[in-house]
T-cell receptor, first 115, second 110 residues
Framework: DGGITQSPKYLFRKEGQNVTLSCEQN?????MYWYRQDPGQGLRLIYY???????QKGDIAEGYSVSREKKESFPLTVTSAQKNPTAFYLC??????????????FGPGTRLTVL | EDKVVQSPLSLVVHEGDTVTLNCSYE??????LLWYKQEKKAPTFLFML????IEKKSGRLSSILDKKELSSILNITATQTGDSAIYLC??????????FGGGTRLMVKP
């Protein structure tokens, strides 16, 4: 099946630890995105990548890092510098070939809790 | 800075009711407006609207864009318990970046 997978589904982190959230897609999409969702709020963009080996900061990139070594994969690291990391993290991807259509497809999300 | 605002924040209705969800946007170099439905996990795509006044319809759901008023509405007729979800709208700009609203949480009671 084509789609986007995220792992783990739930993640618990102690303060001061870095953790990495996985996002993989087999849709052959060029662009990938990471969003953060807090209760009662919409999605806020952390980082995005439109092409392999290139990525850009979103609105709330501080305390996060990403890499895009392969087209299918866009892992997000939540570093100890992120002061309030407890949230629901969503990964999305989009085919640039679709031109003006910006229909992003979302993965199932990772819920991160800092203990 | 681009901004999208949704109202109401939450809504409780009974099965069979009709609901209207609102979305207003301030997006520089606006290209389109998207609606998503989010149940427990991943938002799923509903509609993309680019032209003012043209209704898009899928079953009991329909949506329309008003570029003059910088707004969009999502209508759901004959609501069912399965319509319970968070409905998100997002404005798409010329850089193909989405700015999401805070969502409307809809609960449909039997």
């Amino acid at each position: 099946d084509g789609g986007i997978t995220q792992s783990p589904k739930y993640l618990f982190r102690k303060e001061g630890q870095n953790v990495t959230l996985s996002c993989e897609q087999n849709l052959n999409h060029d662009a990938m995105y990471w969003y953060r969702q807090d209760p009662g709020q919409g999605l806020r963009l952390i980082y995005y990548s439109q092409i392999v080996n290139d990525f850009q900061k979103g609105d709330i990139a501080e305390g996060y890092s990403v890499s895009r070594e392969k087209k299918e994969s866009f892992p997000l690291t939540v570093t100890s510098a992120q002061k309030n990391p407890t949230a629901f993290y969503l990964c999305a991807s989009r085919s640039i070939d679709r031109g003006n259509r910006n229909e992003q497809f979302f993965g199932p999300g990772t819920r991160l809790t800092v203990l | 800075e681009d901004k999208v605002v949704q109202s109401p924040l939450s809504l409780v209705v009974h099965e069979g009711d009709t609901v209207t969800l609102n979305c207003s946007y301030e997006v520089t170099n606006f290209r389109s407006l998207l609606w998503y439905k989010q149940e427990k996990k991943a938002p799923t795509f509903l509609f993309m609207l680019t032209s003012s006044g043209i209704e898009k319809k899928s079953g009991r759901l329909s949506s329309i864009l008003d570029k003059k008023e910088l707004s969009s509405i999502l209508n759901i007729t004959a609501t069912q318990t399965g319509d319970s979800a968070i409905y998100l709208c997002a404005g798409n700009n010329a850089g193909n970046m989405l700015t999401f609203g805070g969502g409307t949480r809809l609960m449909v009671k039997p």
